[in-house]
């Protein structure tokens, strides 16, 4: 049985469209439209929730009702909310455009971007038990939280926890420079990046974290040191929006119980499978399938 894990990072609001034909710019594009939660830390943290690993997640949310029913939807999911709600500030939203295994993303940090260490101490002290923390590197990519987050791995580190990182999103990582990050991130136990992100960063991985795992979609995903490689889990393509959150959920109830690296790859494949089979980033029980095309694609982003 994996120990409690701690997830630090963003909570959202999606604005999900999922659309068919290209995207008619100037005019009318016919899509299926949800507004779910979304957020890479909260949808990590409903995934390994959803396979009965103990989590808690630590975010700021705004004080308006989307807030609330992130909050709620979470919980109701299972998950320990180390949430804050900032009664001045706005819920994030993203806007997700999702076509043919790819997702674009218009993205408005809202609340998020108020995280702070207090927050980290808060819900380091509210869960002795825990065993691993996990940090979205969202946080890192946004100056106004990188210090929580910088701080979130420390504390971490000082209290006897193993860590991961998720890269999070190439363009963002791009702007900021891959030097940089592996700075932010230095001495992390696991980095997971997918392809993109990795050909953002140094070659020189291991200097800075003791394992890389890179998420490359329907191509499987790779431990880098030693080279171990898992295809990707057959699956029917809805909707990609998420699967690399599952990803890293499967991978680390394997991981953080002890499994080996190959073993805790496949779990990841298999609970990013899931992901693409559904609409929208997070575990959904009684979720309707839309009309998709056969595609080994269990990882997604």
């Known amino acids: 049985m994996t120990g409690r894990v701690i997830v ?29 939660g979304g957020g890479s830390a909260a949808n990590t943290a409903a995934w390994l929730a959803s396979i009965g690993v103990p989590v ?19 919980a109701l999911g299972g998950v320990d909310c180390a949430v804050r709600r900032a009664p ?5 939203t993203v806007m997700v455009l999702s076509r043919a295994g790819e997702r674009s993303m218009l993205s408005d940090r809202g609340a998020n971007r108020l995280l702070s260490s207090q927050d980290v101490d808060a819900a380091l002290a509210g869960a002795p038990e825990a065993v691993h923390l996990h940090l979205s590197g969202y946080v890192l990519l946004d100056e106004a939280s990188r210090q929580a987050g910088r701080y979130a791995l420390r504390a971490a ?7 991961s990182v998720d890269a999070a999103s190439a363009g963002p990582l791009r702007r900021m420079g ?5 700075a932010w991130v230095r001495g992390a136990d696991v980095l997971l990046a ?8 140094p070659a020189a991985l291991a200097d800075h974290v003791r394992h890389t795992v890179i998420k490359r ?28 959150d599952a990803f890293a959920a ?23 499978a899931r992901a693409v089979g559904i609409a929208g980033a997070r575990p959904v029980p009684a979720a309707v399938s839309l009309v998709g095309v056969d595609h080994p694609g269990g990882l997604g982003g």
């Open 8 to 36: 630090v990072g963003d909570v959202v609001t999606d604005v999900l469209a999922i659309y068919a034909d290209p995207l008619a710019v100037g005019t009318d594009t016919g899509a299926r439209i949800e507004v779910t």
């Open 56 to 74: 808690t997640l630590v975010a700021v949310v705004g004080g308006d009702g989307p807030g609330g029913d992130r909050i709620e939807e979470l």
């Open 88 to 92: 001045d500030d706005a819920t994030g």
């Open 157 to 163: 580190h000082e209290r006897g926890l193993t860590t």
């Open 178 to 182: 891959g030097d940089a990050f592996l």
């Open 194 to 201: 997918n392809a993109d992100e990795a050909a953002v960063l």
């Open 217 to 244: 979609g329907a191509e499987g995903a790779v431990w880098a040191d030693p080279h171990i490689e898992v295809p990707a889990e057959p699956a029917e393509v809805v909707d990609v929006t998420g699967a690399g």
């Open 250 to 272: 499967g991978f680390l109830a394997a991981w953080c119980s002890g499994a080996s690296p190959e073993e805790a790859l496949r779990s990841g494949t298999r609970l990013g």
